[in-house]
């Protein structure tokens, strides 16, 4: 059967926005956080301490976390490195979230590092991060597909997925960066995962939508007995360092799709309609979101 109850981890301000070419300002950050918060999103990631020249938008987390004062500190935050992690701590962060690769191309190209270098850099990070107390997620990426490197095997993500939560995470994102996993793909996935000694409720699942299979590759994962999913507001995002990533899971349309299954989530859909329709207003254009389309006014 369904759960009963999921919890939304809303990557928007950070996933959604890392890849926007035209800078948008701080306060619009902000209050883009503080509206999904607002919304009932019991979780909102927002924003990362990796380097600016990197993602140049997201160049600005010292002083939206300043901005964000108390509140900001429960928000997750990208953390790479012992440099992240530092800069995390001098504002007060409590959670942060590592980001590995299933793949060694895309680690070449996301973090500069080989597929096990990664975890060399990690391992110091995270060890400090909980010694301070602090909860730390663990993401990997192309857990599906890789752009570069064509189909990748369930084997290859299940042994990295699991070094990287055993450094000493919480949580294990499983990343279809690219959006090309299947449904069948989603449940061989989770059952090698769970194979492994992995429990569903220390898994999330992190889906692309850029080949329409979000929504159905989420239904797969709901009757394996997952209960996190990210989701972005409005289906914003993309990564800059995967050729063909594009929107995540709008926030809006898993939403609809919970609440028509009687799936408690506790995010008010209208007022996430509004904020995504405020955001695309900033960002001038509409958003991508099938849900957003149908229900925003004016
Ligand atoms: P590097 O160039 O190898 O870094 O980059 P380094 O360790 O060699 O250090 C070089 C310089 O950078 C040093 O400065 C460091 O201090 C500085 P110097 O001594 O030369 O003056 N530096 C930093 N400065 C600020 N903040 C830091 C930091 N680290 C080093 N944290 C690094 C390695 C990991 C830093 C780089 O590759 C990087 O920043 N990558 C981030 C890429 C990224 O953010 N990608 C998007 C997020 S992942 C994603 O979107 C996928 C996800 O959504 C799930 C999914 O969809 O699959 C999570
Ligand atoms: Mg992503």
């Not at 369904?2 to 996933?15: N, S, W």
């Not at 809006?252 to 506790?266: A, N, Q, R, S, Y």
Request: glycine fraction near 12%; include cysteine.
């Amino acid at each position: 059967g369904l759960p009963e109850r999921v919890t939304i981890y809303e990557v928007g301000p950070r996933d959604g926005l890392q890849n926007e070419k035209a800078l948008v300002p701080t306060e619009v950050k902000a209050a883009f956080i503080e509206r999904l918060l607002d919304a009932g999103l019991p979780i909102v990631e927002a924003t990362s301490f990796v380097h600016p020249k990197w993602v140049p938008q997201l160049a600005d987390a010292a002083d939206l976390m300043t901005r964000l004062g108390a509140q900001g500190q429960d928000l997750p935050v990208l953390v790479p490195n012992d440099r992240g992690l530092d800069r995390a701590l001098e504002l007060g962060c409590r959670h942060i979230a590592i980001f590995g690769s299933a793949t060694e191309t895309f680690a070449q190209k996301n973090l500069n590092r080989s597929l096990d270098e990664q975890f060399a850099m990690f391992e110091p990070t995270v060890t400090r991060a909980r010694a301070a107390g602090l909860d730390v997620r663990a993401y990997v990426s192309m857990c599906f597909g890789d752009p570069w490197e064509g189909g990748v095997p369930v084997e290859q993500v299940v042994s990295v997925g699991k070094r990287l939560f055993d450094l000493g995470a919480s949580q294990l994102s499983l990343g279809d960066t690219i959006g090309v996993g299947t449904a069948g793909h989603v449940t061989a996935l989770l059952d090698a995962f769970v194979a492994a000694g992995m429990g569903t409720d220390q898994l999330a699942m992190h889906f692309h939508d850029t080949y329409g299979q979000a929504l159905t590759n989420t239904y797969a994962a709901l009757q394996a007995g997952i209960t996190t999913f990210d989701a972005s507001a409005g289906g914003l995002g993309g990564c800059p360092y995967a050729k063909s990533a594009t929107g995540n899971l709008a926030t809006e349309d898993l939403v609809w799709m919970l609440t028509g299954l009687g799936i408690e989530h506790g995010v008010d859909l209208e007022k996430v309609v509004a904020t995504s329709a405020w955001m695309a207003g900033q960002l001038g254009r509409p958003s991508p979101s099938a849900v957003v389309r149908a229900l925003a006014t004016a």
